[in-house]
DNA sequence: CTAGTTTCTTATCATACATCAATTTTTTTA
DNA sequence: TAAAAAAATTGATGTATGATAAGAAACTAG
């Protein structure tokens, strides 16, 4: 009772739900705790769920035809993730979720999510507002990748994710930025000096 | 009262309206006719509305520190287009709306599209699925820019877009695609030997 | 139909970033 | 703490694409 609150208040912050809305929304949230490297997604799956993240740190994955890997998210606290043009498509999943730092999370099935948006708008509006705010990161970032160098692309990445850069690799923000670790590792060597 | 049917059936389709619904939802739409060249929007205002493209073809287009142009989006027949990273957030538009072939559109304001949805949740779940295809998509590009060669992206794009390719230039096309028009000159004359 | 403008193409040269190949540094594990 | 593995760095060289400049082709308007 008092749990279910807690976790309800730590996703859905400020959304006044009714008791029993609260009750209802937790049954359909399941906690996982997994560790680094573990896998919650394999590309060419059915992607069911969407995941909330209370602690760690997770990315998705996309591995084009000559093998290289490509950082599409990374989720921190409070993030959610998922390969959501997959889990929105009902299409199978292009992309592999892979855990980065031990993590503890919530998982919410899409069929979950659908329903309980009719039932309570409040939700509805919620994941509405989150998809908004999604889409506007990747709008910015589709202009970053159009008008900016490598140098500007990473300097903004520090700069607007810093809690990020703390909780992976330098070889996960290049693949996340579109270049190579040894491109990367220049960058980083030429800031130091300025 | 004929008319009013048809635009809500242009926009939103297969959507069961009741005839109070349709009628208070066109009264939020306003009819606007413009022609090619027109500027819709312009960076540093305001964003308080969206537009569905009746006929025609816009584009959203960003402008970097050194004068260079980048499309963000083209807008076709049935598509929706702004600056929703400002329309969403209420921050200043950074991206202009041109209209590049004459065009017939339909906007509405933020504010009435929000109490729209609250009265009307098939409206809010209409545009929640709007998002997440747009999601989807944007997602796609972020990809595809990564791990795609110029020439690659502009395969996919034709492939994926024909309709777009033949309302815009090929300079709109380049500036999408993040490659200059010299670069997209040789690699058409590239694919065309193939 | 002609002149003017816009758009596209072609060529040369420059550059940001990739690739390949070691080597060093850091982290993990036994 | 030592050995092994993972991650980051550095150097030499290659390549896709950009910048600049000029001309050709395709529209547009008088």
Redesign the pocket.
Known sequence: MHTKNTIILEIFKDIPFSEDESIHIESKLEKLTIKKGDILLNAGKSVNHQYFVSDGCLRTCYTDNSGKEHTIQFAIKNWWISDYTAFFSTTKAVMSIECIQDAVIYKISREDMDALCVEIPQLETFFRKKMEGAFANFQKRILGGLSQ???ERYASFINTYPNIEQSV???HIASYL?????????I??ELTKD
């Open positions: 160098s490598a140098k690799k330098n070889y579109g270049v190579t670790t040894e491109t990367l590792s220049r980083r060597k």
